[in-house]
């Protein structure tokens, strides 16, 4: 039996505070802080079905400047705070954004943007990036110069030394480069040869380890050496010269000290080698380290991250079909755990969740955080499984402009998941449907989870009005989560509701939100 609704529609505006989306449908204007949010965690490099990579960076590049007009060092602590915790699947929107407010930005903002420059750029590769970015923006004023400066400077001379040996060069940029433009003045004789060692230049001093390393590592002559100098200086795989990475017997002597994020971007390359085939040392030791939650938090490994590869390694092919493997299916499952893990630990609330999927066209275009196949519908599969497996009461729906049932459970390997929804293609987007399924059953849901891109326009009820009816039939103050896949300035969720709440899809801290909300 249809409910008892009738105007407006989701073509219609509810009232003045609604803006058209993309697929012409009226929903609430998200502000400036939950659209700056939304880039820093999911970007807006890509595009999405209803508009180009050009008019998302578009979006994007406004949404930095209308954050930084509205109080330019929030949105600096904000751009530091989502970086440093490692929310994001990539650091990239956090980097252009700094980069952005230390060129842009009042006097202040400059500053507290380039103080703040070494806990957003940790890496060399994040520091070419943001040299590259700020380029485009600003001369190489003073402040740059002091702050790219005190980025090498303030590293202990090892610290630095790992960085520019395993970090040489990216977008353009080098550690030459760099030092020739910052004019860094070495806190100590380590620094001075390594700077020296850097630009080229005999060091005249003794190197620290690991820039000496990358001398010795160029000079090695047999497999058997380099073997030594892993195995004795635990060498990270990035200062091995290339023509040593295709060795079995150089990848498994790395594969100890290996950092878990190196670890999880070779296994395919690994898997070609030879080195994991079932019941080897190599798999055993891989699935161990995969099986570390604490391990895998502390190496800050992102889930879109092991998502992208546990779904690669499992199909057997890389993307560009230069590698194939066997895979191994422990090492399958244990890319799940740790894809779980990587969320950290989240406590059930223990409440009647119904969690909706929006698989609907426009959430089949569109690659999350650039990764190829991860559209956002199967990561909003993947995200609802994070929950699913942690609240005792839970279901799932699917929906488009019609409800359908996904036939997934936490039980199920994420590859299968990944395939069952990316089979799954529908027309028009009705997010009210998960409200009114519920409301029409009878179910006693006490906070509904919806998973999309906001680009609903095909129900004949706007969502809030739907909740609102649910609440007043049913006498439940359910709450309503909404989990944005995409990057867009609409939120379903009206502001003047304290029982609702804007969720960044594959933010690392959304199940706990979720949960606790």
Known sequence: MEPEVLEPTQLEPLDERQIRNAAGGFVWELDVWGRLDRFLILGSEDATYYATAEEMTASGDQTIGDALAADGLRAVARIEEISVAGRAPKNTPAIKAL???????DTETRRAALRALPRVCRTGTHLFQFASFVTTLRGWGRGLHRAVAEWYTAKSAEEAAFQMA???QRYGW???????LSHPLPPT???RALFRWAVGKPA???LPVWAGLVDLLAAAETKAEVIRLIEEYKTPWELLPTQWLGEADVRAALLPSLP????VRNLGR???NGLLVPFSEASRAVCARLGDGEAIRKARLHPVALLSVQRVYAQGAGERGRLSWQPVPQVIDALDGAFYAAFGAVQPSGENVLLGVDVSGSMTIGDIAGVPGLTPNVCAAAMALVTAAVEPNYHILGFSHTLVDLGISPRMRLDDVLRRVSSLSFGGTDCALPVL???ENGVKVEKFVVYTDNETWAGPIHVSRALETYRERTGIGAKMVKVAMTATKGTLNCPDDPRALDVVGFDAAAPALISGF
Do not use: I, Q, T
């Open 99 to 105: 980069a952005v407010a230390a060129s842009r930005g």
């Open 189 to 191: 004789p380590a620094h």
């Open 260 to 263: 878990l994020g190196a670890l």
């Open 270 to 272: 690994m898997g070609a």
């Open 166 to 168: 395993k970090y040489r």
């Open 174 to 180: 080098s550690h030459r480069d760099l030092l020739r």
């Open 204 to 206: 005249a001093g003794d």
């Open 437 to 439: 399924w519920a409301l």
